[in-house]
């Protein structure tokens, strides 16, 4: 019989792994589009060897493709790294707002692939909170992960993000149309732990179809203290 | 005469430089951005081929593959896609995909996998064309 850490932690390699996958599926991609970008360069080469004159401003759009690619990879990569260094701390004061949009990124092609756009609202400044960052991210990206699993036709999942006093709020309305499985996902095992351990609670609200969590500001002092809320 | 070829990719910069790369190798070559695209273009054109991303928003390279081929058994598909999983690939194959190559795919390997297609498609079409003739003839007691 699994433990609650087990259960935790499986949850958090299988977020993990979910991950990786659609980094890597991107970065394929990015890939693909440098080697026919190099590919076709060769083959001007070859076509130039033959006598054909090099077409200057075809080869000045591939080299901006090439250069648009390399960015497109250094964010993916740079994203990738921020994400994998989300895990160094089991409890850390990070940003929520920077927690949120970085889930909401590893997973945008997985959720783009399904035809579900995910849009943070962000407050415009940071929403410092003393938490589990890696354990927020998983639930996050669990709760993301079903939305835009399903066919519920959602075109677009927006997420708002706030105090209520020293606690932290994350708000996703829209979701009537998804409250019979959402109801079901939000009573799983899985997700109460990660509730649990992030001293968390959801409340979803079927008439008006919204969905939201709170946290405490700083989770070693229980709910009666935030660090970074703003005065 | 040229292979027609329809190329299917979500990545436009994908898709217009690989499409070049395929003319100057003397193919025909269609391009559509997503699965419904290439639906439509299959329904109002003929093909040798089809060369499908298997991940691509709204509808997925798996589920166009399972349409293409109930409208038209004879159609070869061949898959492309960023990283194929043991699942995915098995249930390619079963659907009726010709193969399954990864990106970034090596133009060569991908010229000799749509003269394969091409050349499988021929026969298909050769062998209905020879069921007919032979109804027909059955038909009329010849």
């Not at chain 1, 591939?62 to 989300?86: C, E, P, W, Y």
Request: net charge negative; charged share 25%.
């Amino acid at each position: 019989m699994s433990t609650e850490p087990d259960v935790i932690g499986q949850e958090e390699i299988r977020y993990f792994g979910k991950v990786t996958a659609s980094i890597s599926h991107e970065l394929k991609n990015v890939l693909a589009i440098l080697n026919e970008h190099a590919g076709l360069l060769q083959d001007f080469v070859a076509m130039a060897a033959q006598g054909r004159p090099l077409d200057v401003e075809r080869i000045r759009q591939l080299s901006d493709g090439m250069l648009k690619q390399i960015g497109r990879g250094d964010t993916i990569v740079r994203n990738m790294n921020r994400f994998a260094h989300t895990a160094d701390h089991e409890r850390a004061t990070a940003d929520l707002v920077g927690l949120v949009e970085l889930s909401v990124q590893m997973f945008g092609r997985t959720a783009a692939a399904r035809g579900v756009t995910v849009q943070v609202q962000t407050p415009g400044q940071p929403m410092m909170i003393a938490t589990h960052p890696f354990v927020l991210e998983t639930l996050i990206g669990k709760l993301l992960d079903h939305l835009a699993g399903k066919a519920f036709g959602i075109g677009t999942v927006s997420i708002g993000l706030g105090w209520r006093g020293p606690e932290a709020q994350i708000s996703v309305p829209g979701l009537a149309t998804c409250a019979g499985p959402l109801a079901e996902l939000l009573a799983s095992d899985e997700v109460k732990l990660l509730l649990a351990v992030l001293d968390a609670t959801i409340e979803f609200s079927v008439a008006g179809g919204a969905l939201v969590m709170t946290l405490p500001g700083n989770i070693d002092a229980g709910r009666a203290n935030a660090p970074g809320k703003p005065a | 005469m040229a292979d027609k070829i329809l190329l299917v990719d979500d990545e436009a910069e994908f898709l217009k430089t690989l499409s070049e790369r395929m003319r100057a190798r003397g193919m025909d070559v269609s391009t559509a951005e997503s699965a419904k695209d290439a639906l439509a273009k299959v329904e109002k054109g003929t093909f040798d081929a089809v060369v499908l991303d298997l991940q691509m928003p709204g509808m997925d390279g798996l589920e166009a593959l399972r349409i293409l081929k109930e409208r038209d058994p004879k159609l070869q598909v061949i898959l492309l896609t960023g990283h194929a999983t043991v699942e995915k690939g098995v249930e390619a194959m079963k659907r009726g995909a010709l193969d399954l190559l990864e990106k970034p795919a090596n133009i060569e390997t991908l010229r000799q996998k749509i003269e394969e297609a091409s050349a499988r498609r021929l026969v298909l079409v050769s062998q209905e064309a020879e069921e007919k003739v032979k109804d027909i003839i059955a038909s009329k007691g010849w």
